[in-house]
């Protein structure tokens, strides 16, 4: 079985400052994982994904995320946050087993103050 | 490149009534996908199509729900009778295929709002 868990479902974060979305993952096999966003009444884009190379990932718009095998761990990080940032941001994960199904978390809503 | 395209964008209907949404996904990708997000929560998927075969159903409720992908490409998601209970975005989306890693790009949804 596999789950992911997004710690909060909601952010809120000044502008300029990090942005932290924490998520952790639980497989029996190893797993890819990928972070997508989703803006008002648009669908899901990928910001990126972890294939089992490096596992410091870097995605588009400034994100990052680090994959941590001994903590469960797929944390989704941006130095600055940008106004344009906002948007409710989805962990998910695919098991290597599988046929690309993609299992994703609860989501986790971020607000960009001035 | 064309995305994956879905219509109706919108959808209001009363319970009990019947509905079906449309899923152009990109051209050449075998996958296809139907996801159903809820207000607050990810999307859950519900079908997924290997060209025109079923490759996962096991979360759609099968009573109320029905999904085809002829000829493998365009594909239906019906809902009859529908509930309250299945107001939500419905999501399609495609990838190249196969087994393991390979990026789905979704649609803009149809949200359903059931009355």
């Known amino acids: 079985a596999q789950s992911v868990t997004q710690l909060g479902s909601h952010v809120s974060v000044s502008e300029g400052a990090l942005v932290l979305l924490r998520c952790n993952y639980s497989?029996?096999?190893?797993?890819?994982l990928f972070w997508y966003v989703q803006y008002p009444n648009q669908g899901l884009q990928l910001l990126l994904k972890?294939?089992?190379?490096?596992?410091l990932v870097k995605g588009i718009n400034g994100f990052e995320a680090e994959f941590k095998k001994s903590e469960t761990s797929f944390h989704l990080t941006k130095p600055s946050a940008h106004m344009s940032d906002a948007a409710e941001y989805f962990c998910a994960v695919i098991r290597t087993d599988s046929w690309g199904k993609l299992q994703f978390g609860a989501g986790t809503q971020v607000v960009v103050t001035p | 490149e064309a995305g994956v395209a879905q219509s109706p964008r919108y959808k209001i209907i009363e319970k009990r009534q019947s509905v079906a949404f449309w899923c152009n996904p990109i051209s050449g990708h075998a996958t296809l996908y139907w996801y159903q997000q809820i207000l607050g929560q990810g999307p859950k998927l519900l079908i997924q199509?290997?060209?025109?075969?079923?490759?996962?159903d096991s979360q759609l409720p099968k009573d109320r729900f029905s999904a085809e992908r002829l000829k493998g490409v365009d594909s239906t998601l019906k809902i009859q009778p529908a509930k309250l209970e299945d107001s939500a975005v419905y999501l399609c989306a495609s990838s190249l295929g196969g087994q393991g890693i390979s990026e789905a790009f979704f649609g803009q949804g149809t949200r359903l709002t059931v009355v």
């Open positions: 972890y294939t089992s190379a490096a596992t």
């Open positions: 199509f290997q060209n025109n075969g079923v490759v996962d």
């Open positions: 497989s029996s096999v190893p797993p890819y």
